[in-house]
């Protein structure tokens, strides 16, 4: 029987892989985002398209209740928090998740949240702020202090609650900057390490992102759980522990990191998705892959 997969967002520039992903899986995948492609425009098969504002409690609950899902892939929010007033990065996302993630519960639905490393509160802090340890583990305080970083513990609190009240399975992905085939941003921070230190030099193609989110709604996840989804190495293409003490004038205490490994540990998605990352900057940033058309034609 055809599974049914909610994703919010997937009409945004990783969403859309994301959708592409689990259609060719074999998922029925109804793609939720604030506009529709356009009437009279059919999806690729496997693939239906709703409009909704997802900060509409009322909207929220309509669109999953009546695509009757199996699970609900969260994707939906203000990705680049710089570009909105502060305000309205934090009410955005936290209602939305909280409208989604409440809904897919009552439907008992199993459900993947687009976390964001920003938990911790490294990514857009006014100071520079090294790691209690390294590579840095999902149970790392979550210390952040903007609008975008607290709106993701909020959703991550969010997504406990759910699992705790529902009983439905919730796994919050916690991605680095996703770069794309063919587009990878983070090469233009290559020759200015000290840019990079708000995630230390972590990124992730968006095509292991997707294999992640199909990945989690197959696990084996009982509650709750946050995990992290990055590529294998920095994208400096130098040792990361040399990366922090040229930056920083110090490392992690403790440090534990091998030549070029990810400041962040992958070790739970290995252990509990079973996902390892396969495509690295080297390799990704000059692939010639289209991004995914959605509609038919």
Known sequence: ???TAVVTGGLGRSGRW???????????????????????????DGVEFRAADLTDRGEALDVVTAADPDAVVHW???????????GRVFATNTQAAYNVLTAAGSADARVVLASSESVYGFPFSEAEVLPD?????????RRPEDPYGLSKVASEEV???????????VVSLRPSWINYPGDY???????????????????????????????????????????????????????????????????PAPCELDGEQCAFSLARARELLGWAPEHGWREAAGADVAAPSLTRG
């Open 1 to 3: 029987m055809t599974r």
């Open 18 to 44: 994301i959708v592409d992903h689990l259609a060719d899986a074999g998922w029925r995948v109804v793609c939720v985002d604030l506009d529709h492609p356009g009437f009279g425009t059919a999806g690729r």
């Open 76 to 86: 939906a929010a203000i990705p680049v928090p710089l570009r909105h007033p502060e």
């Open 133 to 141: 340890h390294a590579p840095v583990r999902e149970d790392h305080p």
């Open 159 to 169: 997504a406990k609650g759910v699992a705790r009240r529902d009983g439905v399975p």
């Open 185 to 251: 941003e983070v090469l233009d921070m290559q020759d200015d390490p000290a840019a990079g230190t708000g995630n230390y030099w972590s990124y992730v193609d968006v095509r292991d992102v997707a294999r992640a989110v199909a990945a989690a709604l197959e696990a084996d996840v009982d509650g709750h759980a946050a995990v992290h989804v990055m590529a294998a190495d920095n994208y400096v293409g130098r040792p990361t522990a040399a990366l922090f003490d040229e930056t920083f004038g110090e490392r």
